[in-house]
């Protein structure tokens, strides 16, 4: 071994003798640079990783291994030096290992050069840095590799230039199997072929963060390889001129034995796939718990059949092997219950058929471009995901994120592929287990609580309901094998104690059928399962198919199993009607309902009839406008029985279409939010720290102005950052930057909240400040860059809030406004009979109490301690067309507002197990927003420091000199001394 560290020792120190090294190194550094910010337009990206740097690796290793190596075995033979080594006491092996070691040294130089910029990344944006470390891992071992080849060439030749042109066509034999250039031009199961013996595409998969043993051992087999027929070289120029022996033919044989069992031994290590470590900070690229727990919930069989291709587009084709790896994941994970199947339709035309005719399924025109010509491509991207009779299909545009670095320059990149899958296989789960037994997944007995009046006090529609409540609980008692029992309690009859506990336990007040009617009763209905109670609204229409329905909805609560339903509030618009030539107006929310559709049933509701439709287990408001107190009493109440309700409101709007202007907005929920100790001030934050916004401004030019639009730093599109976040058990997972529009500070009543939970969840930089102006317009003539007078009240504003717990009605002590509608019920009476319409024999009005409409003006005083209010003060920042906008400046598939909102639905649905994988998407880590002198100065900051490297580099080797000169000088004093 000292032998080997005294050769590598003598050659590193060699390579630093000329200035040749500084040169090698320094066009090395120069390039990747160019690259990164240039080529890669890596600010233009906007994406905090350093994958433009291993993205091209691969082909600089190529250049730089040659270089280092073109001399070690040549300048020795043409110098004749090759002799006096091969004659010495010192074995071949030594010799080979000592020159590869140096060689891997001077790489680690080289890569030790450009590590300020993954570190200055860093400061710049939140660098995951388990990729960072696997790609400089996997740049060592393809090094290693080129290496060995590269000594292997330059022992076969003593001409140095040569050994260079040999070793680059070596290297790049080896590269280009598994490049876009010849995967493109066959199909996907020869392509991924292609694929496995390719050292680019093994160091891709190594760089996106997944670490495979067999991708090392690829490598390592290479460098082996090559290393023993670098030996085996040196012992051929021993024979040199000799007659062919017995221990020449076994050298042959020796070398031929070794070689072939280290690459054979990568068909051995091909089908174990569980030798992996994923290094993402998430593990994105792992199955999940929550993945593995949806997968125990399967009682039969789970099909996963991926549709895809054999000619695709070039940009999908990669992305093809990593689902068929991701999908082997969940057959293993599956226990048997998982069936995984990859076809390509059309080698399989009966499943084409079925997949069009039964699934929906078809292919997709993809538009490919060659060096020759252009043409179409009709290509299959389809992942089927069926459970029983249901089903779920995943697109393309499902799996992928697109990434726009310039016009014509793309990058695709699979956006969350164990969400998608997992997310569809929950769907189906659900809806099978949804139309199947509904106590399934539910866990031990359910007890039903009536708190009810005696029939004499009840209006009889009530009377009979009460009948039908035993009928129904009958209903669902049958259907579950004996699980639900009922009991009625009247809360009058031990001198008013139960009526005052259900009162302060659950809110409970006396019900009247009218504002003048003395009568009070009460019936209430309540549910329990394992300690958890719900309350049970009256159906609308008093029947007992309506308590059933009331009662499955309220089962659905206490189970995993079913799909939950969310009320969505919008406020009122006009569809576009292009055919007319009229664009429409008001606010569309088509990405929200979509992305909330994938997960759960969309009921729309305007809560004009006083309440929340009762399947609803979730309430989002969405710009709610000029609510009335009806309305306001359908959110009051649905909080009040232990709901969830979600606002995206602001006293601004901001009309988006045609000229930029803000409006005031009146929601109508002012007073109630101050109720429950919540104000939203009549001001806009404005914040230095803000994302990017095309904007028409206009300019002086000679004697008129001229009006153009200017991606501009606008301040009131705040941009907010993990630093800005308080997240909550997860609920804001995978939400790395969000960017509010138009958004009004929160302030929370303290001594009104004293005995809830609130979390501040988001909040502007603290060089933002508020403005009360309706001019959102910039004015740089007269502001400068900032385009606003900046305010004097800088400091982080409240944006985003949670309040969690016991909520006091704003309703409690009044009339329900319900009953102003029964009110009118005699008006209309005496209008018809004077028209002498309903009457009986002696002239009187013959509707009965039954024949009428009941409305029950019940009022829930209080909430449990499970009711929650989220509100983002924002009319804007959930709307298509800011999301649009945002995206084009983004270049790429913006959704971080629509992820927002389905967290908070998962989170108070306690739905976590995808919101848990949601937090593992990678693609969100963006840059923080930088000013082109910022941009600048970060970019010329890794210039510096990659000079800085050489220029220590250059010093270390001044003083190595100057050392051994001084030793040298050292030994000849010795010398005359002695003599």
Known sequence: ??????????????????????????????????????????????????????????????????????????????????????????????????????????????????????????????????????????????????????????????????????????????????????????????????????????????????????????????????????????????????????????????????????????????????????????????????????????????????????????????LVPRIRDLLKEYRIAGNGKVRVEFIDPAEHPDLEQEAGQKYGIRPVPFETNSKYRSSVTNSYFNILVKY????????????????????????????????????????????????????????????ITAYCSPDNKLPQPLTALKKDLSSAVKRLNTSSGGRVDIRFVNPEADGGKTAAEIRKKFGFQPMALSLLDPRTFYFYITMENNGRIIQVPLPEDLTEDGLVRAFKDGLKRFSRGFLKTVALYTPPSTPPMPQYGMPGSGKSFRLLRKVLGEEYSIVDTDLKKGRVPEEADFLLLVAPKNLDKKQIFAVDQFLMQGGSVAIAAAPFDVNLQGQLRAEKYVTG????????????????????????????????????????????????????????????????????????????????????????????????????????????????????????????????????????GTFTSWFAGKPSPLLAEADKAPAKAKGDKKTGSHKDGKGGNNTTEKDKKIVVGRVLAHSPESARIFLFPSNTFLTDTAIGLLSSVLHTGYQAPVQLMTNVVDWSLEDRGLLAIRGRSQFARTLLPLSRREKMFWEYLNYGLAAAGLLLIWLLRVAARSRSRNRYRHILANGRIKA
């Not at 997992?422 to 287990?433: F, G, M, N």
């Not at 058990?729 to 995978?734: I, S």
């Open 1 to 318: 071994m000292k032998t080997v560290l005294r050769v590598a020792r003598k050659e590193f120190a060699g390579f630093f003798a000329t200035p040749v090294a500084f040169i090698f190194f320094g066009s090395f550094l120069l390039v990747t640079l160019f690259i990164v910010f240039w080529l890669e337009t890596f600010f233009a990206r906007n994406i905090a990783d350093i994958r433009p740097l291993f993205t091209w690796m691969p082909a600089l290793l190529i250049f730089l291994c040659a270089a280092l190596t073109m001399r070690m075995w040549s300048e020795e033979r043409r110098s004749g030096t090759v002799e006096f080594l091969l004659t010495a006491p010192v074995s071949p092996t030594a010799l080979v290992l000592g020159k590869f070691l140096a060689g891997l040294a001077l790489v680690a130089v080289a890569l030790a050069l450009t590590l300020p910029l993954p570190v200055t990344v860093s400061f710049i944006g939140p660098l995951d840095w388990g990729p960072v470390g696997a790609g400089y891992l996997a740049t060592f071992f393809l090094a290693a590799a080129y290496l060995a080849i590269g000594l292997f060439i330059s022992v076969r030749s003593d001409n140095q230039i040569i050994s260079l042109i040999g070793t680059v066509l070596a290297c790049a034999l080896f590269y280009l199997p598994g490049s876009q250039v010849m995967t493109s031009l066959v199909g996907n199961r020869a392509a991924e072929i292609l694929r496995l013996l390719g050292s680019g595409s093994r160091f891709d998969s190594i760089t996106r963060g997944v670490i495979d043993l067999r991708d090392l051992y690829f490598y390592f087999s290479i460098c082996a390889s090559f290393l023993a027929l670098n030996v085996y070289g040196l012992e051929r120029l021993r024979w040199a001129g000799n007659r062919t022996k017995k221990n020449h033919r076994a050298w042959n044989l020796l070398t031929l034995l070794v070689v072939a069992n280290f690459l054979a031994a990568n068909l051995w290590l091909a089908p174990i796939t569980r030798l992996r470590y994923d290094t993402t900070r998430n593990k994105i690229y792992s199955i999940s718990p929550a993945t593995r727990n949806y997968l125990h919930q399967l009682k039969e069989p789970l099909l996963i059949r991926g549709y895809f291709s054999a000619q695709t587009h070039p940009l999908l084709a990669p």
């Open 669 to 804: 929920l002012d007073d109630w939010l101050a109720h429950m100790g919540i104000t939203m001030k009549k001001t806009m934050v404005l914040d230095e720290q803000n994302s990017a916004f095309p904007i028409p401004v206009e300019r002086q030019v000679g004697m008129f102005r001229v009006r153009e639009t200017r991606l501009i730093n606008y301040p009131y599109f705040l941009d907010i950052r993990p630093s800005g976040m308080t997240d909550t058990e997860g609920l804001l997972a995978g939400i790395r930057q969000l960017s509010l529009s138009w958004a009004s500070p929160i302030v929370v009543n303290s001594a009104k909240n004293n005995h809830r939970h609130v979390v501040e969840l988001l909040h502007s930089s603290p060089r933002s400040w508020t403005s009360d102006s309706l001019n959102i317009q910039p004015d740089f003539e007269k502001y400068g860059p900032a385009g606003f007078k900046i305010g004097d009240d800088l400091g982080p504003k409240t944006v985003g809030l949670l309040e969690e």
């Open 388 to 447: 029983g009779d249901q089903f779920q299909t995943l697109g393309f545009r499902d799996l992928i994120e697109v990434k726009a670095r310039g016009e014509n320059d793309l990058e695709v990149e699979l956006r969350n592929p164990e969400y998608d899958i997992t997310r569809a296989i929950k769907k189906t789960l659900y809806a099978y287990q949804g139309s199947g037994n509904l106590f399934s997944g539910i866990r031990g007995k359910v007890e």
